[in-house]
Structure formats: C-alpha cells, structure tokens
C-alpha cells in the first residue's frame, strides 16, 4: 500500500508541470541568455538613482557610487548613504593613491574623512575659493600630487594645501586621463592636453570641433581610442586621428554613446544612452550586448568602473550593475523561466538534451571564445514531465521519466517500459539495469539492435533511485526515506532470490546514497563516507577517504567523471577529486556555486569542451571554465570596518583595527559588522563565524553583523569565514577586567595581603612570645612550688626527727634523775658530766626547733604571697 502512493506521489509530481506546459505553449521558444547581471541600487533607497561615477577603494575594495542625492558606500554586503548638507547632488568621483575620496557636485567640491562613529563627514574645499554659478563638477583626477576638479567652464586644482582656479579656453565638455595625461576637449575647438596647469592644443584635433567627446581609453601603449557621441570611434596614435571602422563603432553610433574603459589587453566595454552597453574585442567585434531584456535596471549608462575583481561596474539612470566577467562560473537562463529545474544533462554533438521537471528540452549549442549561447531551445513534443534521468547506450538514447523510459530520436519520443518513475539506468552484462519507482527492470537488445523492456526483477519493489553493481554482482540499491539494501540475483537475472536490509543504519548512520569509486561500493550519510566489508559482512567507516577529502567528506552526492576522476558536491561547492587505489584522493579543481542557483538534489555535470564544463541549476545552467578553478576563492576579502562596544549607558565605535585591541569592561557587549567587496563574484554566499573562546560550533548568518553581550574578561579571538573560501580572518581583541580585577589592583591586593600577612605573622609572633613567658613562668612557679613543697617535707621530716631525739633527751634526762636518786650512787663527776651534755643537747634541741619552725612560717609565707601574685 505504501508503496502504491509513493507512486502516485510521484506520478502527480511529474504530472502537474506537465499540465502547466500543456496548458500552454509545447513548443518554447525562448533563447537562453546569460545570468551574469546583477542588479544593485535600484529599489534599495528611497532616492533618485543616477548614478554618475563610480570608484573602488585601492586599499579595502570598498565602491563609492556618486549619485543624484549623494554619496553611496557599498561594501560587498550593504549600502551606506553618506550623507552632508552641503551636497545637493554629485556628478564626479576619484580617489587617490592614499586612499582619500574627492568628490564634485553642484556649486561644491571636496573630500570625506571618517568620524569616531565611522561615518564619514564631508569637508568641501571649495569654500575658500569662489565657483562660478550653477557651476557642476564633472570629472576628477589625481595628477602626480595634486587633485584636479574639472566643471564646464573651470579647472580647480588643489594641492593638498592651497586652491587655485584655471580658465579653460573656452567651453568644456569633458576632461580624461590616459597614459598618465589629461585631455579635455574644448567645444567649437578641439582637443586640449593639460599640462603644468597650462593648456597645450592637439594637433589635428579640430575634426572634433563640432562633435561630442564622451570617453578617451587606452587603446594599447601607443594609441588610443576616441569615442564621440554619435559619430562613431577614432583611433589616435599621437600623430594623426583615423575612424575605427568596426562593427563595436558602427553600434555605438546609432545607439548613442556615453562611457568606455578597456577591461583588459584586448577587451573594451562600450555603454550607450539607448541600448545598454556591449563587450568588443581588440579588432572591435562586439562579443557580447546586455540591455533591459537580459538583465540591465534600464539601458541608459551614464558610467562605467572596473571592479578589481575582474567585473565591470555600470552605473545608470537608475541604480547600477554589476557584470561579473572574470568568473569561475556563468549563469544561464531563459527569459521566461520556463525551462524549470534541471535534473539531467546529455551533449550529442551540437545538441544538448536538458531533462528537467517540465520536461525533454533540447538546443543548438554554439561558443565564442568562452562564451556559449544557446539557440533554438524547444520542448520535445509529448515530453512535458518529470525527467529523471537521461543516458546514451550505443548511439541510442534513453530517457528516465516519471511516466516510464522512453527512446529519444530525432523526430519522435516513444516510450519502452511503462513502469513509472525512471531514476537511475546503468549498464547490467550485455543488458541495462534501471532503478524505478516501483523497484528494478531491465532492458536488452532487440533484432533491430535497440533496446526494449526484458522484464521486472521480481521479489523487490521497493523505490529504487540510485543503484550499484559491486565485483560480485549484488546489486546495492539506496532508498530515499529507508536506507540501503543489498540484493542477490538468480542466474537468469529476472528474480531477487535474496535481500539484505541495512535500513537499521539509516536511523543511526543516516546511509542515503550509494555510489562506486574505482569498483568499490560506498555509501554517503552528509557527514562522512562508509564501505562494505566483505570479509566481516558490515558497513564500516571509510577512513582513509574521509581523512583525504576534508570537508568533501560531507558531500551528498558523487558523479563519476573521467577515469579516477569523481566530482564530490557539498552544499553550493564542487570539488573533482583524482582517486587511485595506487596514491591518496587529490583536489583537483574546486567551484563555488551560488546558493540561489543549486537544486536541492541530483546535480548534473558533462562536459561541454576541453575547458569548459555545464552543471544543471535550479533556473537554468552554469558553466565552470576549467582554466579558472578557484577564482572566486582567490578574490575573497572579509574585513571588519567597524566595532561598536556598549554597555552600562556608554558605548565606543572603533573604525581601525590592529592585530589586537582592548575594551573597557564596561563596554562588554559588542557588535562586529564585516564586509566582503568580493561577494560580488559570489553572490549568496553564506558566512561562518565564532569567538574561539566561546562557540564549540561555527555560527552561520546571511547577515553583516555579529552581536556578542556580555563578554567576561579576557583575550578572545573573533573567526569568520565564508564558502567562498575557507581561509579564515581573525581578530584578537581583549575585555579589560574592571579596576577591581586590573593588574594593578591585584598589585595593590598583593602588597595589601603581603600586609596583611606580616601583620599576622607579627600579631603571632607577639602571642607566641607572651605564651612562651607565661609558660616559663607557669613552669617556673610549677618549679618553686616543687621546690617549697620538698622544703617542706624535709623541715616536717627534720621537725619529726628533732621531736624523737628531744623526746629521746627527756627520757635520758628524766633517767638519769632516776639514777641520782637512786641507792646504789655513781661518780657525782660522772652524772653532772652525763646531765650536762644534756642539758646542752637539749638546749641546742630547742634552738634548731626554733630554727625549723621559723623557716617552716617562712616557707608558708612565701608560697602564699606568690600564690597571691
């Protein structure tokens, strides 16, 4: 079931542009032009856009446009109106080797110089000298070191000091600087070289006299080319004046010439009031012509300037264009539109198919030079439809359509197979293999040796849009929402006898396509490249291939193209790559394709000659000229021109940046706005940026501006880049830390703790030391106590002992007196010998108990009085 409304899904896909072209016209009509016009200006201010002269910038690229309402500044991204009240409108602008912007205008002249803001303000050095009334400046020069004004009737000239005014011998037209000399032409007179402030007269250049000299360019280094008005162009090598007979002169006289400048050695654009401008070679052939149906604002040039990118500016009476011509890529489309979005390509011959969602065009193809045209676009009868797909087997062509395949020929579009929804044919043996809306079928040979419907190949029938044949004949086939299968034919090739799922990798791997380089199958997810293992039966990541691919490693889409040689497609880039299994991938030529121009899927490629190769887009055809790869990668030139840092209720504007600056905390909030002078070349193109410091992915943005608040202190590095080129700009800038976080502050905070430290250390040292006293003084008194206490103990000690001998005395004595009294009478000389030493032991007794009871009432008193201090 499902299956069945993916068909009709499609077929109604298919089938509602076709109905748009049945209702309409089957046979177009319509030549394709190229899409090399860009259009800017117009429609972009509310103001009158003439513009009179145009001027890039020598040092950033920047393009000044000199307007009816003033200055305009465009910088590859946007426009900024410079604006002064003492302008009324400008006629002339020229910028000199230092870079300073001079510009004239009604009743003024003078130069801009930046403001803080990074706007820039006028200051008219006409006002100290008087102009003449009604007086318009219409031409500027830098003339060695002194800038030349020229009016009508006036030459100014300014030597960066003082102002000075010169009469001219009579009217003026218009004055021209070539080959380092000034010329202005004189009305009713001729030609004038300007020299040393004088005027000397051409010789011979009274033919002028009476004709209108609107441009003089370098012709080559000896000669120029004088390009009147109505009267065609001459030739002047400094001795004699001859007509240019060419067809580029005989246009220009009847379409009114305007402005010239010579693009190149050999190549000249011519712009005319009446019908645009037209690009001429040296023998003056008109290579190529734009006006207002192939893409000019309007046809009226008014100036012409060349872009260092290779361009050519045109400004007009309303707005301006860019014509791109040194370009990698050319656009092509029809006028109408209604070739649609290509799917296919196929060149036989002069004759190129296109197969798109309208259906089978086909045109002549012819070239000049680098240029291609086409001619004869038609639709092929009965083809209006979705093509898919378009192939050359053996002379004969075969068209995948959402209605079946078809065989195209010279006169006719018939259908060989009815089964809907050819995406993908490949060749399958001796026959053709084709992936379809409804699973797979093949195609062999008839008896008249063209190919006709085999059959189905039956047990699949699931949507196939793109398919491989491996070395071993399984067929690998990619399901656009499912995922890949791999599947195994039986021996007649009319049956799947086997099939194997890998939908399970489509959830977590994203496996969409596959494709084969050099005979070996490999699947894309838009992330990285995976291969088939046969050995462990898995899908493993390809390694090596995605190491050597670099970002190509993220392409959607292969297309196989010479031998080794692969395109890789990533986003709006092309690579062609050179892969061997004998050396690693090579980059051999790389693209940048616009984004409004890249279909969303199945881009195709052929070649269109030796240099050249055509792409399908989605409005029409671009075509990559191979002698120029990476030429819009070589032009690319990102810069910041201002900063503006707020914050707090102050901000700051910085307009000159260095390799690295520094920003006042306070102003942490910033916005970067960059310009890109060579998106010109490469329109659409989409920027990346981050701080290193702070993004962990690339931010993508259209826009010129990059905003970041509240940023913390520290170094950052701001990155931007485009597609265009991957080379990256960098900007180192630093938010101070506020006065508190500042090195001096952490100076300050350092002695103030090294203070602080001392301090405590000193406060420690004092505590340490009166703790130190206490505790001598505690182990001192702890000491003395000791001391007291032993003293003690021996006094009790010696006071016990005198207590036992006195008592021991009295106990003799009281004995002896015993005796005395006693019968039995010893030697009186005796007893009074024994009584006295003991009256005198007892008076010594008394004594030293004396003496131990004071020092014992002393030692008590003592310990008190400390006791009490």
């Given at each position: 079931?499902?299956?069945?409304?993916?068909?009709?899904?499609?077929?109604?896909?298919?089938?509602?542009?076709?109905?748009?072209?049945?209702?309409?016209?089957?046979?177009?009509?319509?030549?394709?032009?190229?899409?090399?016009?860009?259009?800017?200006?117009?429609?972009?201010?509310?103001?009158?856009?003439?513009?009179?002269?145009?001027?890039?910038?020598?040092?950033?690229?920047?393009?000044?446009?000199?307007?009816?309402?003033?200055?305009?500044?465009?910088?590859?991204?946007?426009?900024?109106?410079?604006?002064?009240?003492?302008?009324?409108?400008?006629?002339?602008?020229?910028?000199?080797?230092?870079?300073?912007?001079?510009?004239?205008?009604?009743?003024?002249?003078?130069?801009?110089?930046?403001?803080?803001?990074?706007?820039?303000?006028?200051?008219?050095?006409?006002?100290?000298?008087?102009?003449?009334?009604?007086?318009?400046?219409?031409?500027?020069?830098?003339?060695?070191?002194?800038?030349?004004?020229?009016?009508?009737?006036?030459?100014?000239?300014?030597?960066?000091?003082?102002?000075?005014?010169?009469?001219?011998?009579?009217?003026?037209?218009?004055?021209?600087?070539?080959?380092?000399?000034?010329?202005?032409?004189?009305?009713?007179?001729?030609?004038?070289?300007?020299?040393?402030?004088?005027?000397?007269?051409?010789?011979?250049?009274?033919?002028?006299?009476?004709?209108?000299?609107?441009?003089?360019?370098?012709?080559?280094?000896?000669?120029?080319?004088?390009?009147?008005?109505?009267?065609?162009?001459?030739?002047?090598?400094?001795?004699?004046?001859?007509p240019w007979n060419t067809s580029a002169s005989e246009f220009?006289?009847?379409?009114?010439?305007?402005?010239?400048?010579?693009?190149?050695?050999?190549?000249?654009?011519?712009?005319?009031?009446?019908?645009?401008?037209?690009?001429?070679?040296?023998?003056?052939?008109?290579?190529?012509?734009?006006?207002?149906?192939?893409?000019?604002?309007?046809?009226?040039?008014?100036?012409?300037?060349?872009?260092?990118?290779?361009?050519?500016?045109?400004?007009?009476?309303?707005?301006?264009?860019?014509?791109?011509?040194?370009?990698?890529?050319?656009?092509?489309?029809?006028?109408?539109?209604?070739?649609?979005?290509?799917?296919?390509?196929?060149?036989?011959?002069?004759?190129?198919?296109?197969?798109?969602?309208?259906?089978?065009?086909?045109?002549?193809?012819?070239?000049?030079?680098?240029?291609?045209?086409?001619?004869?676009?038609?639709?092929?009868?009965?083809?209006?439809?979705?093509?898919?797909?378009?192939?050359?087997?053996?002379?004969?062509?075969?068209?995948?359509?959402?209605?079946?395949?078809?065989?195209?020929?010279?006169?006719?579009?018939?259908?060989?197979?009815?089964?809907?929804?050819?995406?993908?044919?490949?060749?399958?043996?001796?026959?053709?293999?084709?992936?379809?809306?409804?699973?797979?079928?093949?195609?062999?040979?008839?008896?008249?040796n063209q190919w006709e419907y085999r059959s189905r190949l039956?047990?699949?029938?699931?949507?196939?849009?793109?398919?491989?044949?491996?070395?071993?004949?399984?067929?690998?086939?990619?399901?656009?929402?499912?995922?890949?299968?791999?599947?195994?034919?039986?021996?007649?090739?009319?049956?799947?006898?086997?099939?194997?799922?890998?939908?399970?990798?489509?959830?977590?791997?994203?496996?969409?396509?596959?494709?084969?380089?050099?005979?070996?199958?490999?699947?894309?997810?838009?992330?990285?490249?995976?291969?088939?293992?046969?050995?462990?039966?898995?899908?493993?990541?390809?390694?090596?291939?995605?190491?050597?691919?670099?970002?190509?490693?993220?392409?959607?889409?292969?297309?196989?193209?010479?031998?080794?040689?692969?395109?890789?497609?990533?986003?709006?880039?092309?690579?062609?790559?050179?892969?061997?299994?004998?050396?690693?991938?090579?980059?051999?030529?790389?693209?940048?394709?616009?984004?409004?121009?890249?279909?969303?899927?199945?881009?195709?490629?052929?070649?269109?000659?030796?240099?050249?190769?055509?792409?399908?887009?989605?409005?029409?055809?671009?075509?990559?000229?191979?002698?120029?790869?990476?030429?819009?990668?070589?032009?690319?030139?990102?810069?910041?021109?201002?900063?503006?840092?707020?914050?707090?209720?102050?901000?700051?504007?910085?307009?000159?940046?260095?390799?690295?600056?520094?920003?006042?905390?306070?102003?942490?909030?910033?916005?970067?706005?960059?310009?890109?002078?060579?998106?010109?070349?490469?329109?659409?193109?989409?920027?990346?940026?981050?701080?290193?410091?702070?993004?962990?992915?690339?931010?993508?943005?259209?826009?010129?501006?990059?905003?970041?608040?509240?940023?913390?202190?520290?170094?950052?590095?701001?990155?931007?880049?485009?597609?265009?080129?991957?080379?990256?700009?960098?900007?180192?800038?630093?938010?101070?830390?506020?006065?508190?976080?500042?090195?001096?502050?952490?100076?300050?905070?350092a002695v103030l703790l090294l203070l602080l430290a001392w301090?405590?250390?000193?406060?420690?040292?004092?505590?340490?030391?009166?703790?130190?006293?206490?505790?001598?003084?505690?182990?001192?008194?702890?000491?003395?106590?000791?001391?007291?206490?032993?003293?003690?103990?021996?006094?009790?000690?010696?006071?016990?002992?005198?207590?036992?001998?006195?008592?021991?005395?009295?106990?003799?004595?009281?004995?002896?007196?015993?005796?005395?009294?006693?019968?039995?009478?010893?030697?009186?000389?005796?007893?009074?010998?024994?009584?006295?030493?003991?009256?005198?032991?007892?008076?010594?007794?008394?004594?030293?108990?004396?003496?131990?009871?004071?020092?014992?009432?002393?030692?008590?008193?003592?310990?008190?009085?400390?006791?009490?201090?």
């Amino acid at each position: 079931m499902k299956s069945k409304i993916q068909v009709m899904y499609h077929f109604f896909k298919g089938l509602i542009p076709a109905l748009i072209l049945l209702c309409g016209n089957s046979s177009l009509a319509a030549d394709a032009v190229p899409d090399k016009v860009t259009a800017y200006l117009q429609n972009n201010f509310n103001i009158k856009n003439q513009v009179w002269g145009i001027e890039t910038h020598p040092k950033n690229g920047l393009v000044y446009f000199a307007t009816n309402t003033g200055l305009l500044e465009f910088d590859g991204l946007s426009f900024t109106m410079q604006e002064s009240n003492q302008i009324k409108s400008l006629r002339s602008i020229c910028i000199d080797d230092q870079g300073t912007l001079f510009t004239g205008g009604f009743e003024t002249f003078g130069y801009w110089e930046k403001d803080e803001g990074c706007r820039l303000n006028y200051i008219a050095i006409s006002d100290s000298i008087e102009m003449n009334k009604n007086d318009e400046i219409w031409k500027i020069y830098q003339d060695k070191q002194q800038i030349v004004f020229q009016s009508f009737t006036t030459i100014y000239v300014y030597d960066y000091h003082t102002l000075s005014k010169i009469t001219a011998p009579g009217f003026m037209l218009f004055m021209f600087k070539v080959h380092d000399q000034l010329m202005v032409q004189v009305l009713n007179e001729g030609l004038y070289l300007f020299k040393n402030n004088r005027f000397e007269f051409v010789a011979h250049s009274e033919r002028f006299q009476n004709v209108k000299i609107h441009a003089i360019i370098p012709y080559n280094n000896e000669s120029l080319l004088i390009c009147t008005e109505k009267s065609g162009i001459y030739t002047y090598n400094y001795q004699e004046f001859s007509p240019w007979n060419t067809s580029a002169s005989e246009f220009l006289i009847y379409q009114t010439f305007n402005a010239a400048t010579r693009l190149n050695d050999s190549t000249f654009a011519f712009g005319t009031i009446l019908d645009g401008i037209i690009v001429s070679n040296a023998k003056g052939q008109i290579l190529e012509h734009y006006n207002y149906t192939n893409g000019l604002n309007n046809n009226t040039v008014l100036a012409l300037g060349k872009s260092p990118y290779g361009g050519l500016w045109i400004g007009l009476d309303e707005g301006a264009n860019y014509l791109s011509q040194n370009s990698s890529v050319n656009y092509f489309s029809t006028a109408t539109g209604s070739l649609g979005t290509i799917y296919s390509l196929l060149k036989i011959g002069s004759t190129l198919y296109l197969g798109s969602n309208h259906g089978l065009f086909k045109t002549q193809l012819s070239q000049n030079a680098d240029n291609l045209s086409f001619s004869k676009l038609r639709l092929v009868p009965n083809s209006q439809g979705q093509v898919w797909t378009l192939a050359a087997f053996d002379g004969e062509i075969l068209c995948g359509h959402n209605e079946g395949t078809f065989r195209v020929t010279e006169t006719g579009f018939n259908k060989i197979c009815d089964v809907t929804g050819g995406w993908s044919l490949k060749p399958y043996g001796d026959m053709l293999i084709e992936g379809t809306y409804t699973g797979l079928v093949t195609y062999k040979k008839n008896s008249q040796n063209q190919w006709e419907y085999r059959s189905r190949l039956n047990g699949f029938y699931e949507p196939s849009r793109h398919l491989e044949i491996d070395y071993l004949g399984y067929i690998w086939v990619s399901h656009p929402q499912k995922g890949i299968y791999r599947l195994k034919v039986n021996e007649t090739k009319d049956s799947i006898v086997a099939i194997y799922s890998y939908t399970a990798l489509k959830k977590s791997l994203n496996l969409t396509d596959v494709y084969k380089l050099n005979n070996r199958v490999v699947f894309s997810s838009g992330k990285s490249f995976y291969t088939y293992d046969y050995v462990n039966d898995s899908i493993v990541p390809f390694t090596v291939l995605n190491n050597a691919l670099g970002d190509y490693k993220q392409a959607t889409q292969i297309i196989p193209w010479e031998k080794n040689l692969y395109w890789f497609i990533n986003n709006n880039k092309l690579a062609l790559f050179r892969i061997s299994i004998e050396s690693e991938p090579t980059l051999m030529a790389e693209y940048v394709i616009a984004d409004d121009h890249m279909p969303g899927q199945d881009i195709a490629i052929i070649p269109f000659s030796d240099n050249n190769f055509l792409i399908s887009n989605r409005n029409g055809l671009a075509i990559l000229k191979k002698n120029k790869p990476n030429k819009a990668k070589d032009t690319t030139h990102i810069f910041i021109h201002s900063a503006f840092f707020h914050g707090k209720n102050k901000s700051a504007t910085r307009c000159t940046f260095e390799k690295a600056f520094e920003v006042p905390f306070f102003m942490n909030s910033v916005t970067f706005s960059f310009s890109d002078p060579s998106s010109i070349e490469h329109s659409g193109t989409t920027y990346h940026y981050r701080i290193r410091e702070i993004d962990d992915h690339w931010i993508s943005t259209a826009l010129p501006k990059i905003r970041y608040y509240h940023l913390k202190p520290g170094n950052y590095h701001l990155e931007i880049w485009s597609d265009a080129n991957s080379q990256k700009l960098i900007q180192e800038f630093t938010i101070k830390p506020p006065w508190y976080l500042s090195h001096w502050a952490y100076a300050a905070y350092a002695v103030l703790l090294l203070l602080l430290a001392w301090l405590f250390h000193r406060n420690f040292q004092l505590k340490l030391s009166k703790q130190r006293k206490l505790l001598e003084f505690e182990i001192k008194q702890t000491s003395l106590e000791n001391r007291l206490q032993n003293t003690n103990v021996e006094l009790m000690l010696t006071l016990r002992y005198l207590i036992q001998k006195n008592e021991s005395l009295q106990n003799l004595q009281q004995n002896i007196n015993e005796v005395k009294n006693a019968p039995e009478k010893l030697s009186p000389r005796f007893i009074h010998t024994i009584d006295k030493q003991i009256s005198q032991g007892l008076e010594l007794q008394t004594k030293e108990w004396k003496m131990a009871l004071h020092n014992l009432k002393l030692s008590q008193e003592g310990y008190f009085k400390r006791l009490k201090e």
